[in-house]
């Protein structure tokens, strides 16, 4: 099992791309950060046909992964922000919230690709044996 690179979940996850092909995106709009679009996802693949809704509530697992995601990067900035200004609580929040919120939409779509990772894994032959639908 690759690592990194084309073939890797890690490409799928980072790049946001169909867990099977790898060749399309799995938002709508590449741009996380449209509030309108942030979790707009398209129902099949267009090149591979793999299945990215599965079924209904089927994301409400990757609020799991979120909450894990959220959860290393508040003692990542814990840690950070503990090393210059100690126990003072003001720092601690407002450094805390302005990074979640500014990572919030990047965060919500990785997990997303993270789950529907967990449950799909990549082919090399995708576009041979695509899913007519
Ligand atoms: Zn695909």
Known sequence: MKLFGKGSKLYSILRHKCPRCQQTDLFINKNPYNPWTIDKMPHYCSKCGEDLQREVGFYYGAM???????????????????????????????????????????????SRAIWINMFSKYDPNALQNKIER
């Open 64 to 110: 799991m992964v979120s909450h894990a995601t959220t959860t290393i990067i508040a003692v990542i900035v814990h840690f950070t922000v503990y090393h210059f200004y100690g126990w003072d609580i003001a720092p601690q929040l407002i450094t805390l919230l302005s990074i979640l919120v500014l990572l919030l939409p990047l965060v919500f779509r990785t």
